[in-house]
């Protein structure tokens, strides 16, 4: 079980790894991004960096949570300076090549980035001492890279047809097949045992690069792999085809959210023992200092739709007593496996209290987004709850990668809100009409009431923290503007911008007088 005593209290940062950006970019964060974002973090006082996921998608993917493998680093986050035999200059036409390419083209980003890690692969082959380290890890990470490199392996054989595409034998996994295929893409098998073990060598060094400077990594632990996935197609027998996850219908999607995803076929799991979330837990373990259980309400009720076009949707298991029991085991399982590593709920959106309260007797926390904790709702004495009333066993935050930034939403706000908030923060005496306060103070004084909450963990988005506009994720669209956001500049010139440099010792002191 998590332990209050377990979780420090500690202020961090919150960033997709492909928003980060440094002097020396390629079009993408990557894990020598990240190196400078713990340096940055570090220089802050702020001891923890939640990432979200950094599992491999489909060439032209945006989304994070669209995974062809839910244990796989993407590639495209290796670092390029320490891609052996690889020269400079090759690294540095790549990097001129990539110059003006937004995000939004990960295609061309890929592709670039490809060639030098096919290079790398080409002069891996004769170098005995590294072979002998790519077997070891091959061995040490079997559980999920067996599976994982031959469906890659595949997927460039059928030129990325979908696995329920592919023929008979090989998408319903029999043996003869499987090793038929194994022999004959062998060294296509090797390439991507090479780049994973690449990307793990490397963030492996990270980890202990932050731990050396007192930072905590965090990832995202995503709800499910995606339909055409290594670990879908690897354990079919825990998926319910007939069914896609989803989100009921409410006020702003009066048919409901359809995902993609395969709904869990949970009777099948528990039989299992939930070993599919059992291996995640642990690989999670070996990347991370704390793991965020994205959707968590799922893991108690799955709400899936069938396949017909007036399917309302239903949740499984459908009656409460039934859910707590499920979600209990499923978080038992994933405590047991993450050991001495944080596990944090994101228990946003719908919620019933009843998972709140199972969470918060584990010792698991939730989520406390300063926009949305409000007492008295609907009533003449709504306000805004005090970041002093937060439970110490919570994560508190001014918003998600799902949200508008916090200038964003400050700015279209009520005037009533407004004027709640500021009476709250004491920035404004009881019954003023609307105060007309410099962004800049407003953001302080918010972050400066969440950094003194009891709340352990104070983890906030990066464009919160300087007042930056560019929002993640439009939930509920798709565009070239969704996950393709970057930091306005590299993340080694911030302490010289005159704005940006001017908050950091603000967010330094904060940080050390609320002991985080």
Not at 128 to 136: F, G, M, Q, W
Request: hydrophobic residues 40%; charged residues 25%.
């Amino acid at each position: 079980m998590n332990s209050g005593a377990q979780i420090e209290r500690l202020a961090g940062v919150m960033a997709p790894l492909f928003s980060l950006r440094t002097r020396e970019d390629a079009a993408i964060g990557d894990i020598a991004a990240l190196r400078a974002t713990v340096d940055f973090a570090a220089a802050m006082r702020h001891r923890a960096v939640l990432l979200l996921p950094i599992d491999e998608t489909s060439p032209g993917e945006a989304s994070p949570y669209s995974a062809l493998s839910v244990f796989a680093i993407d590639p495209i986050y290796i670092a390029l300076d320490d891609l052996p035999g690889v020269a400079s200059h090759e690294i540095a036409r790549v990097r001129e090549a990539l110059a003006d390419v937004p995000l939004s083209d990960r295609l061309t980003i890929r592709a670039a980035r490809r060639v030098l890690l096919e290079a790398a692969f080409q002069h891996s082959s004769g170098e005995s001492r590294l072979r002998a380290e790519i077997d070891e890890f091959a061995q040490r990470n079997r559980y999920w890279l067996e599976d994982y490199a031959l469906f890659r392996a595949l997927k460039d054989r059928f030129d990325f047809a979908p696995w329920e595409h592919w023929p008979e034998n090989l998408r319903r996994r029999d043996q003869a097949a499987l090793d038929r295929a194994k022999a004959e893409l062998s060294s296509v098998i090797e390439k991507y045992v090479f780049w994973q073990f690449l990307a793990h060598r490397q963030w492996l060094a990270l980890r202990a690069r932050a731990r050396d400077q007192g930072v905590r990594l965090g990832g995202d632990l995503s709800f499910s792999p995606g339909h055409d996935s290594a670990e879908v197609w690897a354990n079919q027998e825990f998926f319910n085809f007939d069914r896609t996850v989803g989100a009921p219908p409410d006020a702003f999607n009066l048919r409901g959210q359809h995902w993609g995803l395969p709904a869990p076929d949970w009777d099948h799991i528990r039989e299992k023992d939930f070993s599919l979330l059992r291996r995640r837990a642990r690989h999670a373990r070996e990347l991370y200092d704390f793991i965020r259980i994205d959707h968590v309400v799922g893991l108690y009720r799955t709400f899936s739709f069938g396949a017909e076009a007036d399917d309302g949707g239903a949740f499984r298991p459908s009656a409460e007593p039934e859910q707590l029991i499920q979600g209990e085991s499923v978080m038992r399982a994933i405590l047991e496996e993450a050991g001495t590593t944080i596990v944090v709920a994101e228990d946003l959106g719908v919620v019933p209290d009843f998972v709140r309260s199972s969470l918060s007797a584990m010792g698991i926390p939730g989520y406390k987004v300063f926009r949305w904790e409000k007492i008295n709702e609907n009533t003449a004495e709504e306000a805004y709850a005090p970041p002093g009333d937060y439970p110490e066993i919570s994560l508190a935050t001014t918003g998600t990668h799902d949200t508008e930034t916090l200038v964003e939403w400050w700015e279209k706000a009520d005037p009533t809100d407004r004027d709640r908030i500021l009476r709250m923060l004491k920035l404004a005496p009881e019954g003023s009409p609307d105060t007309e306060l410099p962004f800049e103070t407003v953001r302080d004084a918010i972050l400066a009431a969440l950094y003194a909450s009891p709340s352990r963990m104070v983890i906030v988005p990066i464009q919160d923290l300087f007042g930056w506009r560019g929002r993640i994720n439009y939930p509920g669209t798709v565009s070239a503007a969704n996950w393709s956001w970057r930091l306005p500049e590299p993340i080694e010139d911030l302490a010289e911008n005159s704005a940006a440099g001017g908050q950091i010792p603000r967010l330094r002191e904060m940080a050390l007088k609320c002991g985080r």
